[in-house]
């Protein structure tokens, strides 16, 4: 391993025609996780995989479309996590929500280079064609979870359901991105990033009116 090789990288001592892409990809992670999106070379992800410099050629015409399959990878991930979690808003739909919101923090947590890249403004453009399905399902969990949670509304009082979504979305990336470095967890605030998920989605299904305030539900005790 090099003097330079990202913590907890094994260099393959070898590798099959069949497995350079996924290798290639796992080195592209490590560098983001110690760089940042930006922060790489094609050439750089070939030597830590212990590859020639041609060779991420055979899959990738240059950086930004190995950027991008490393964005698609994780988001067809995140969708398949999201979707698990929601788990069709089984036992109900609120604790399948807060299941939902977990889900989104644990996968941000874990793997960090995927997240950063998913959410990189400006990364790969070209490829966007090629990411967008793998967005719009994760996004879709969000739009099913949000259409089950404002079925205890009457109809003309529920929000348009893209834009809950998109607020729900903000609210959970927001939370993710500040934690993502551990700054907040550095200055030890008192409080999980779960925690602070949880209570603001609270806040938010509260003032859509899909839960009681406290004086509503003293009133109707």
């Not at 929500?97 to 997240?115: I, K, T, V």
Request: net charge neutral; aromatic share 8%; hydrophobic share 45%.
């Amino acid at each position: 391993m090099g003097s330079s090789d990202p913590p907890g990288w094994r260099r393959p001592r070898s590798y099959h025609h069949g497995n350079l892409k996924e290798v290639l990809l796992e080195a592209a992670r490590k560098l983001i996780e110690q760089y940042g999106p930006a922060g790489f070379s094609l050439t750089e992800a070939a030597r830590l995989a212990g590859v020639s410099p041609a060779a991420p050629y055979r899959h990738f015409r240059d950086r930004d479309a190995l950027l991008a399959e490393v964005a698609k990878g994780g988001f067809e991930r995140f969708a398949a996590r999201l979707d698990m979690a929601w788990n069709n808003g089984v036992p109900t739909p609120l604790s399948a929500f807060d299941n939902l919101g977990r889900a989104y923090l644990a996968f941000a947590r874990e793997e960090p280079a995927s997240y950063a890249v998913m959410f990189e403004a400006g990364g790969a453009p070209r490829a966007e064609a090629d990411t967008l399905p793998s967005a719009e399902r994760s996004f879709d969990v969000l739009q099913r979870a949000a259409a089950a949670l404002c079925r205890s509304l009457p109809e003309g009082e529920r929000p348009p359901l893209k834009l809950m979504s998109l607020h729900i979305w903000a609210i959970s990336h927001g939370v993710a991105t500040l934690f993502a470095q551990g700054d907040l967890q550095a200055r030890k605030v008192p409080i999980s990033p779960e925690e602070i998920l949880e209570s603001a989605m609270l806040i938010y299904l509260k003032g859509l009116g899909i839960l009681p305030d406290a004086k509503t539900a003293r009133s109707g005790s």
